[in-house]
């Protein structure tokens, strides 16, 4: 593994449903964050995490949760899926939370009908 | 309350010069980034400015007026596969905040 990967790389999601999109990064980084991204409306953060243990939430973090269990996971879960949430997904990654360089994963494309 | 504004399409002709602006509004600010996305594909980093002036990398340089709260991504010798979206973006404590994005579509 070389960077940030994300799974699925795409899923179309019958409404209520629970998902949990994966990501996994090996550059050892302590910050991550997950965004959305819809057309004409940019990148949205919707949880960030620091450091291991901890996270946080972003612009939109409702409907959606996530988890921190160590250094390269950040598993982002939607629990009862709506159709506003389709979107792509992208997993994104900084050394720190002050720096401003972000690597980001290849994203996933999530549709719920 | 932060805002970015930057314009939604630009049009320029392969081997010319371009210029992508960007004003934002923000408290704390830390830094302006800039970042290249194609059709499909993953936000890749390009540049960042924390003090003013211009930052020179190859064919793309990033300019910062703090005081004026404006920035600006130049591209030099365009080419085709310069034809893709760029954000601008300010980090505030914890995370970036993207502007909207600029379509930029270099054509022959």
């Known amino acids: 593994i070389a960077g940030i990967t994300q799974a699925p790389t795409s899923q179309i999601l019958a409404a209520g449903r629970r998902m949990t999109l994966r990501c996994t990064q090996d550059?050892?980084?302590?910050?991550m964050y997950w965004y959305r991204q819809d057309l004409g409306l940019g990148l949205r953060l919707i949880h960030y995490?620091?450091?291991?243990?901890?996270?946080g939430k972003g612009e939109v973090p409702d409907g959606y949760s996530v988890s921190r269990a160590n250094t390269d996971d950040f598993p982002l879960t939607l629990a009862s899926a709506v159709p506003s949430q389709t979107s792509v997904y992208f997993c994104?990654?900084?050394?720190?939370?002050?720096?401003?360089?972000?690597?980001f994963g290849p994203g996933t494309r999530l549709t719920v009908l | 309350g932060q805002s970015l504004e930057q314009p939604s399409e630009v049009t320029a002709v392969e081997g010319a010069i371009v210029q992508i602006n960007c004003t934002y509004q923000?408290?704390?600010?830390?830094?302006l980034s800039w970042y290249q996305q194609h059709d499909g594909g993953a936000p890749t980093f390009l540049s960042y400015?924390?003090?003013?002036g211009l930052e020179e990398t190859g064919r793309f340089s990033s300019f910062l007026s703090r005081s004026d709260s404006y920035g600006y991504l130049l591209l030099q010798e365009l080419q085709m596969k310069d034809s893709a979206s760029y954000f601008c973006?300010?980090?505030?404590?914890?995370?970036?905040?993207f502007g909207k994005g600029t379509s930029l579509l270099v054509t022959p």
């Open positions: 994104a990654s900084s050394e720190g939370q002050s720096t401003s360089t972000q690597y």
């Open positions: 550059m050892r980084h302590n910050a």
């Open positions: 995490s620091n450091t291991a243990g901890t996270t």
């Open positions: 923000t408290s704390g600010f830390y830094g």
């Open positions: 400015n924390a003090l003013d």
């Open positions: 973006a300010v980090r505030s404590g914890y995370a970036l905040n």
